[in-house]
């Protein structure tokens, strides 16, 4: 997962993780920022596998990538380049955009080649019309995740949400848990909130696109 501090793309990590578990598999997660504002690069590692992992750290030939902000790619606000690196044969990839981003057909060329296939959802839009609210683009990208490889079930993800923001152990950092805050104080209640978000996930799911490669 790689984008902008403030974008949450930490908690979207733990909550894919928290539902992996939830859904009998093996997770672990590795959150890797550098100082703790705004737009700075932000990337976060996720594992998920029917038997114990071993490995820990940066996942360096990854199966799937999400991309949280058209910058990651568009102003290279990364820490890996090019945004696709190490993307195994066949591997996928999902970009927040309205629209097909201006690649360079260098870049074009090697996904071609890796037979990759590259979806855009516009999820913070989708964020603000289901959700009423741009912090909930990070579930948004988690329901366009699920649209596209269905590796844990909407509910776990409901379960994992309601974990997060209901008081659960994570320890979160002081960016992250200041966003947190101020997502749970736009709802009354927790299910209020919970509603809400797996509303995202729904439209999500139903708003990604397939990019087609020209020949």
């Known amino acids: 997962m790689s984008g902008l501090g403030g974008q949450g793309v ?5 909550i894919l993780g928290v539902a992996a578990v939830k859904s ?3 997770c672990t997660v590795n959150p890797f920022f550098g100082a703790e ?11 998920i596998a029917a038997e114990d992992i071993w490995e820990r750290g940066e996942v360096l030939f990854p199966n799937i990538i999400l991309i949280f902000h058209p910058h990651v790619i568009t102003l290279g606000k990364c820490y890996t ?11 996928k ?9 201006d690649l360079r057909e260098e870049e074009l060329a090697r996904l071609r080649g890796l037979d990759a296939e590259v979806y855009y959802v516009p999820a913070t839009q989708v964020a603000v019309e289901a959700g009423g609210t741009a912090l909930s683009t990070n579930i948004a990208i988690l329901g366009a995740l699920l649209a596209v490889e269905e590796l844990v079930s909407q ?8 974990e997060r923001f209901g008081g659960g152990k994570f320890v979160a950092s002081g960016t992250t848990a200041v966003l ?5 104080s736009k709802f009354d209640r927790l299910a209020q909130l ?17 990019y087609h490669f020209g020949v």
């Open 10 to 14: 930490v908690t979207a990590a733990h």
């Open 24 to 26: 009998g598999l093996k």
């Open 37 to 47: 504002k705004r737009l700075a690069p932000t990337e976060s590692y996720v594992r």
């Open 81 to 91: 380049m090019p945004f696709f690196a190490g993307l195994q044969q066949g591997g």
């Open 93 to 101: 990839i999902i970009i927040n955009a309205d629209r097909p981003l």
């Open 155 to 162: 509910e776990a993800i409901r379960d994992a949400i309601a």
């Open 180 to 184: 947190d805050d101020v997502l749970k």
């Open 194 to 210: 919970i509603e809400k978000n797996m509303a995202v996930v729904a439209a999500a799911g139903g708003s990604v696109s397939q």
